[in-house]
């Protein structure tokens, strides 16, 4: 039994590792194209990378729905937009690199964030049937790429770097693009099956299992990405990254899985994982709205996912 449990235990730190590193490479080659295309220069193309940093959440739930355990993509989902905000973003609070972050695309980006993550208390205290919340939400990322769509962003600077030619860099970022996808792809399934064994052994329900460790693993990129951003001055990219991946993980990707396996998820457990999600998402926009996260902020939301890693 013990034997057993610690193959799973090291088949799925394996394949979270796989996943993270193909989602990161996944994710670098898609911006690379953004760019040789020009699309890099419009709120499109933000919408684009937000999209994309939820590559490994969309995977995790394609194959999570196909073997019945929508639970453990629900319970990945919203552990990872707690650890989005209350990890990744404390920590570079508490490294000083948010505290004058704000601007008024950020700002709004937090307010419907906020608004968004109450949407989904909608299954909690009214009782309202998951196909119907899944319609919600859908339909809200289709409003807020219709909205986004009409911004601007500003534009990258180059650094004064000169791009090589399109047609020579083109085919070596598609074939890295394919490359990633496939270990993004096989990392997901041996996630999702290595779950859903260690759920099994251990009697832990598979939504935990997802919010608590798998969750991490499909964060991975937006950790790297976000303290690569902001080593190079890109602040606003960063923080940018975080509000689109978890909006898209809380529309798009929950409302796809309430649709298609209305009748799998529990909705009981949101009990458990809603507050913790509230709160991390409240203290981040109180200090968003007021200039940016100092590193009491930052405390504060690094505070809020330890607790969440322990009481969960």
Same mark, same amino acid.
């Given at each position: 039994?013990?034997?057993?449990?610690?193959?799973?235990?090291?088949?799925?730190?394996?394949?979270?590792?796989?996943?993270?590193?193909?989602?990161?490479?996944?994710?670098?080659?898609?911006?690379?194209?953004?760019?040789?295309?020009?699309?890099?220069?419009?709120?499109?193309?933000?919408?684009?990378?937000?999209?994309?940093?939820?590559?490994?959440?969309?995977?995790?739930? +394609?194959?999570?729905?196909?073997?019945?355990?929508?639970?453990?993509?629900?319970?990945?989902?919203?552990?990872?937009?707690?650890?989005?905000?209350?990890?990744? +973003?404390?920590?570079?609070?508490?490294?000083?690199?948010?505290?004058?972050?704000?601007?008024?695309?950020?700002?709004?980006?937090?307010?419907?964030?906020?608004?968004?993550?109450?949407?989904?208390?909608?299954?909690?205290?009214?009782?309202?049937?998951?196909?119907?919340?899944?319609?919600?939400?859908?339909?809200?990322?289709?409003?807020?790429?219709?909205?986004?769509?009409?911004?601007?962003?500003?534009?990258?600077?180059?650094?004064?770097?000169?791009?090589?030619?399109?047609?020579?860099?083109?085919?070596?970022?598609?074939?890295?693009?394919?490359?990633?996808?496939?270990?993004?792809?096989?990392?997901?399934?041996?996630?999702?099956?290595?779950?859903?064994?260690?759920?099994?052994?251990?009697?832990?329900?598979?939504?935990?299992?997802?919010?608590?460790?798998?969750?991490?693993?499909?964060?991975?990129?937006?950790?790297?990405?976000?303290?690569?951003?902001?080593?190079?001055?890109?602040?606003?990219?960063?923080?940018?990254?975080?509000?689109?991946?978890?909006?898209?993980?809380?529309? +798009?990707?929950?409302?796809?899985?309430?649709?298609?396996?209305?009748?799998?998820?529990?909705?009981?457990?949101?009990?458990?994982?809603?507050?913790?999600?509230?709160?991390?998402?409240?203290?981040?926009?109180?200090?968003?709205?007021?200039?940016?996260?100092?590193?009491?902020?930052?405390?504060?939301?690094?505070?809020?996912?330890?607790?969440?890693?322990?009481?969960?």
């Amino acid at each position: 039994m013990i034997d057993v449990i610690i193959v799973q235990l090291l088949i799925l730190v394996g394949s979270l590792i796989v996943l993270a590193f193909s989602s990161h490479y996944t994710i670098k080659a898609i911006e690379k194209l953004i760019e040789l295309t020009g699309l890099s220069e419009m709120s499109a193309g933000f919408i684009l990378l937000a999209t994309l940093t939820s590559v490994p959440e969309i995977i995790v739930a +394609l194959f999570a729905i196909l073997q019945g355990e929508a639970g453990i993509s629900v319970g990945d989902i919203l552990g990872s937009n707690v650890f989005n905000i209350g990890a990744v +973003l404390g920590l570079l609070g508490i490294l000083g690199y948010l505290k004058t972050c704000c601007t008024n695309l950020l700002t709004e980006l937090t307010d419907i964030l906020l608004i968004t993550s109450l949407i989904p208390l909608l299954l909690v205290i009214f009782k309202v049937s998951n196909p119907i919340v899944g319609a919600i939400l859908l339909a809200t990322f289709m409003i807020n790429t219709y909205f986004m769509a009409k911004k601007r962003l500003p534009a990258v600077e180059s650094n004064g770097i000169v791009a090589p030619p399109k047609r020579k860099v083109l085919p070596k970022v598609v074939v890295m693009l394919l490359l990633a996808l496939l270990g993004v792809i096989v990392g997901a399934r041996l996630v999702v099956t290595s779950g859903l064994e260690l759920a099994s052994l251990l009697g832990a329900p598979p939504i935990l299992l997802g919010a608590k460790i798998i969750a991490i693993g499909t964060s991975l990129p937006e950790l790297t990405t976000d303290f690569s951003a902001v080593r190079r001055g890109r602040v606003h990219l960063a923080i940018g990254g975080i509000i689109g991946s978890n909006l898209t993980n809380l529309t +798009l990707v929950l409302g796809l899985v309430l649709l298609a396996s209305p009748f799998a998820v529990d909705t009981t457990v949101f009990t458990e994982l809603l507050p913790f999600l509230l709160i991390t998402t409240v203290i981040f926009w109180r200090f968003l709205t007021r200039g940016g996260i100092s590193k009491i902020g930052g405390l504060l939301l690094l505070a809020s996912y330890l607790l969440f890693q322990a009481f969960v």
